[in-house]
Structures are given as structure tokens and as C-alpha cells.
């Protein structure tokens, strides 16, 4: 078999993969399904093998870990969930709310630290934070 012949047999392979009866080509033609298994390709730690129902499957990655991905999926999915796991998501919002509160204060800290430890080495550094703060107070009022 030449090269040609193998690049064509090839093509022919793929294209009956893409119409093999039972694959799944994205999530939504899995609505109504339900899973039956879940086989691990050999050799390929990252992905699984969904069987459904009627005799469809899906090739797809694992159940992603990263704090990143799960958040957003959660909050892809809150609409849904939240009737159901209200109380989690109460949870969830507080420790939030404590995250984004402890960052706002490490910047702070992270900033006065920066001006402090600068003070002798940029002398003029006193004068340029007065005229800001002078400039931020003759300013409309913000938040202070």
C-alpha cells in the first residue's frame, strides 16, 4: 500500500468515525440521556469514556479540579443549583465576599508597604502623595 492509499484509507476511517452510530459529537446531544458508565481510556489519564443511555457515548475530559473551572461552572450553573443548595451558596457567597475583602486589604498593605520602604531612597516621594491626597480631597467627593 502506498502513501497515497494509506492517506485516503485514513480519510475514510475518520469520516466513518465522525458518523459511527451512538457518538456524541457535543453535550447538547446528550440531553435526556443518562450515564450508564464511565470507562478510563488506558493511557490516557485526562479522559473518560461516558456511556448513555440508548447506546450513546461521549469521549471527554475528566471532572476539572481547578478551584478556576469550577467556579465558573458553578456560577454557569447557579440559576439551577441554587434552589437546590441554597444554603451551600450562602456558604459559598460569605467565603467569597471574605477572599475578595482579604485581597482589597493585602493590596492596601502591599501599597504602604511600598511607600514606606521607598520614602529614603525617592525623597520627593512625601511631596507626590501630598498633592494626590490634596488633589483627591478638592476632587468631587468619591468614597473615603
Known amino acids: ?9 485514513n480519510l475514510d476511517k475518520v469520516a466513518y468515525l465522525k458518523t459511527f452510530p451512538g457518538w456524541l459529537a457535543n453535550w ?10 464511565i470507562i478510563p481510556i488506558p493511557n490516557q489519564d485526562a479522559h473518560t469514556v461516558l456511556l448513555l ?9 475528566q471532572a476539572h479540579h481547578e478551584p478556576q473551572m469550577v467556579t465558573a461552572g458553578l456560577l454557569a450553573a447557579r440559576p439551577q443549583l441554587e434552589p437546590i443548595h441554597a444554603e451551600a451558596f450562602q456558604e459559598y457567597d460569605r467565603l467569597t465576599h471574605v477572599d475578595q475583602e482579604a485581597g482589597r486589604e493585602a493590596r492596601l498593605e502591599n501599597i504602604l508597604n511600598a511607600i514606606d520602604n521607598n520614602l529614603e531612597r525617592i525623597p520627593e516621594l512625601k511631596s507626590h502623595i501630598r498633592k494626590l491626597v ?9 468614597s473615603s
Open 1 to 9: 500500500m502506498g502513501n497515497e492509499e494509506k492517506w485516503k484509507a
Open 28 to 37: 447538547k446531544q446528550a440531553v435526556g440521556s443518562t450515564i450508564e458508565e
Open 53 to 61: 443511555s440508548q447506546g450513546k457515548f461521549i469521549v471527554t475530559p
Open 134 to 142: 490634596s488633589q483627591w480631597d478638592n476632587e468631587s467627593p468619591r
